[in-house]
C-alpha cells in the first residue's frame, strides 16, 4: 500500500537541475541516512530531469547517461535499496522532458518496465512538450496503467502543475501524488503563492493520493538552481516548513541535504511538525481569512487541534483567532489550553481569544486542547 500518508523524501531538481551525477545521488542517499533524515522519516531519493542520453537505444529503451551515471541505474538503485532507502526517477507526458531528453509519449509500456527492472519505486511524470492533439487525463491514465501492469509497486507522482484541476480526477485515475501548482523558487512570495493556490483544494487531498505542492526550498539560501530574487531568511523558511506541514503535504527536499545548515537540519527533522503533516485522518486545515496573513485551524486524529498564524506583513503584527470562530462560543464554558509547537512553551489557557505576536514574514504553530473553564 502506497501513499498511506503524505510521501517523503528528496529531489534533485532544486539544488542541481541538469548538473545531476551518480556520484551526488549516492553522496545524497548517505547523508539522508547518516544525518538523520530518514530517522526523520525521509525515504525515497529521487533523480529529476536530465538523467538520460538525449537519444533511445536501438530497442527503444530509454538509456542512462554513462557520463553521468557510470555504473547505470541498477548498481544506484542497489546501492539506494542497500541503505532502506527507496529509489524514485522522472519522465514526462510529451514527447520530451522539459529539458528536452527523450519522454514517455507513446511509449509509456516500454519506459514502466525499464523502470521495473531498474528497481524504481517512485516515478516523478512531467507535462512538458505535450502535443496539442493529446488528452492530458488519458496519457496520465496509460502511465498510472502502465505502471500498474510491471507489478511492481511504483509511486507515481504525477506532475501536471494544475492543469484541469488535478484534485478532481488524480486520486480516481491512480496517481498517489499530483503537482497542484508551476514551479516553486527560492523566495518568499512563491511559496505564498503556491501555499495561497491551494487553499480550496486541500480538502481533495488524503491518504493515497496527496496534493504536491512542489519540493521544499528550504535551508537553500539562493544556491543552486531554482534561485528567486532575494535570499530567504530563517523565518521565511520556518515558513514554508509549517506551512506544507499544516498543510499534510509530501515532504520533498529540494536542497543539498550533505551540506544544510544547523538550522534548516532541524527545522526540517521537527518530529512534531512532521507528525503534524503525518497525521492519519489527513484533514486540511480551516482557513478564516481569505486576505494577507491568514491563519488556520486543523484537527488531528488524537483529538489535538493545531492554530496556526502566519505574517505575511514586513513588520510584526499581532495575529488573532476568536474562539468561536472554531466552534467554542463562549455559552460553551470551554477554552483551549495551549502550547507553542516549536518553542514548547505552555501558554496557559485561553478563553475568547487566542492573540500571539508573530514577526516579520514569519509564523507561530500552536496545539490546544479543549478544557472546562472554571
Ligand atoms: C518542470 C517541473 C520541475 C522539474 C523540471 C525539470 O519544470 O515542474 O519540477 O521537474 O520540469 O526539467
Not at 538520460?52 to 541505474?73: C, I, N, Q, T, Y
Not at 512538450?129 to 492530458?136: C, I, V
Request: charged content about 25%.
Amino acid at each position: 500500500m502506497l501513499a498511506q500518508r503524505p510521501p517523503m523524501g528528496w529531489n534533485s531538481w532544486n539544488t542541481f537541475g541538469e548538473k545531476i551525477s551518480e556520484k551526488i545521488v549516492m553522496e545524497s542517499a548517505d547523508a539522508l541516512v547518516d544525518l538523520g533524515y530518514a530517522a526523520a522519516g525521509y525515504e525515497y531519493i529521487v533523480i529529476d530531469d536530465c538523467w538520460s542520453l538525449r537519444e533511445r537505444d536501438e530497442s527503444g529503451r530509454l538509456v542512462a547517461d554513462p557520463e553521468k551515471f557510470p555504473h547505470g541505474m541498477k548498481y544506484l538503485s542497489d546501492y539506494i535499496h542497500a541503505k532502506g532507502l527507496k529509489f524514485g526517477m522522472y519522465s514526462c507526458a510529451g514527447v520530451l522532458t522539459c529539458a528536452g531528453y527523450p519522454s514517455s509519449y507513446g511509449h509509456e509500456f516500454t519506459d514502466a518496465e525499464t523502470f521495473a527492472e531498474w528497481g524504481v519505486d517512485f516515478l516523478k511524470y512531467d507535462f512538458c512538450n505535450f502535443p496539442d492533439s493529446a488528452d492530458t487525463k488519458q496519457a496520465y491514465k496509460t502511465m498510472a496503467m502502465a505502471l500498474r501492469a510491471t507489478g511492481r509497486e511504483i509511486l507515481f507522482s504525477a506532475c501536471n502543475w494544475g492543469v484541469e484541476e488535478p484534485w478532481k480526477w488524480m486520486r480516481s485515475i491512480g496517481a498517489h501524488m499530483y503537482r497542484s501548482t508551476g514551479d516553486i523558487f527560492d523566495n518568499y512570495v512563491s511559496m505564498k503563492e503556491i501555499a495561497d493556490s491551494q487553499s480550496e483544494n486541500l480538502a481533495f487531498s488524503g491518504a493515497y493520493c496527496f496534493n504536491d505542492m512542489d519540493m521544499l526550498t528550504v535551508g537553500m539560501y539562493g544556491k543552486g538552481n531554482v534561485a528567486g530574487e532575494s535570499v530567504q531568511t530563517d523565518a521565511e523558511y520556518r515558513s514554508q516548513f509549517v506551512r506544507w506541514c499544516l498543510c499534510g503535504v509530501p515532504l520533498m527536499l529540494g536542497g543539498d541535504i550533505r551540506s544544510m545548515n544547523g538550522f534548516s537540519r532541524n527545522l526540517v527533522q521537527n518530529r512534531e511538525l512532521i507528525a503534524i503533516d503525518q497525521d492519519i485522518e489527513c484533514r486540511p486545515p480551516y482557513r478564516f481569512n481569505d486576505v494577507e496573513s491568514p491563519n488556520f485551524f486543523r484537527l488531528l486524529s488524537d483529538g489535538r487541534i493545531i492554530l496556526a498564524f502566519f505574517n505575511y506583513n514586513d513588520k510584526e503584527s499581532r495575529q488573532s483567532i476568536v474562539l468561536h470562530d472554531i466552534g467554542l462560543p463562549v455559552y460553551g464554558g470551554k477554552g483551549l489550553k495551549v502550547r507553542d509547537v516549536l518553542t514548547g512553551e505552555e501558554l496557559g489557557i485561553f478563553r475568547e481569544l487566542v492573540e500571539v505576536p508573530v514577526g516579520v514574514h514569519d509564523c507561530r504553530i500552536l496545539e490546544a486542547k479543549i478544557v472546562d473553564l472554571a
